[in-house]
């Protein structure tokens, strides 16, 4: 989830209920990971690692606000890509992550990126090396330069996902 300064107002709070209805509309064996993007050394927050339960995960968005000076969206992505590859193989810090069968990142954000580590490059080569594909479905909301919504684009075909271009419209 995009956290930065620039999808302050409409779209943040868009991108928030629209997160708390894919969590509510999740079947119970499945488990959200909620990763927003961060003013730290590693450009993202684990807000929330694999979880089952809905309450929990709706508490950790109440407590999410657009804040960030810059989106170091690729290393977000790239975070969420570990986590979806340590799933499936056990690696991450629940018990109950050890089940996950399949894994898909969600994107809500403007595709504005500023200062990631990782390149859009880098993060194309890293969807490709993947044995089994990790679909990246972007929602794309944005009240700045449309331009940056292709980042989106691209991400989400490369690794056979889906992007959804909200625009400026809900």
Known sequence: LDTSATMAGGPFEEALKAAARFIDGKRPRDQVAVIATADNSDGYEITSNFERD????????????????????????????????????????????????TCSIIVFSDGKDEGSALTRNDLMTRITSFDIPVPIYSLAYSKINPVHLKNLQALSKNSFGKYFPIGKAV
């Open 54 to 101: 809905n309450g929990a995960l709706a508490r950790r968005l109440v407590d999410l606000r657009a804040i960030s000076r810059s989106t170091r969206l690729y290393d977000s992505i790239g975070a969420a890509m570990q986590m979806c590859g340590l799933a499936g193989q056990g690696g991450v810090s629940t018990t109950e992550a050890d089940y996950i069968a």
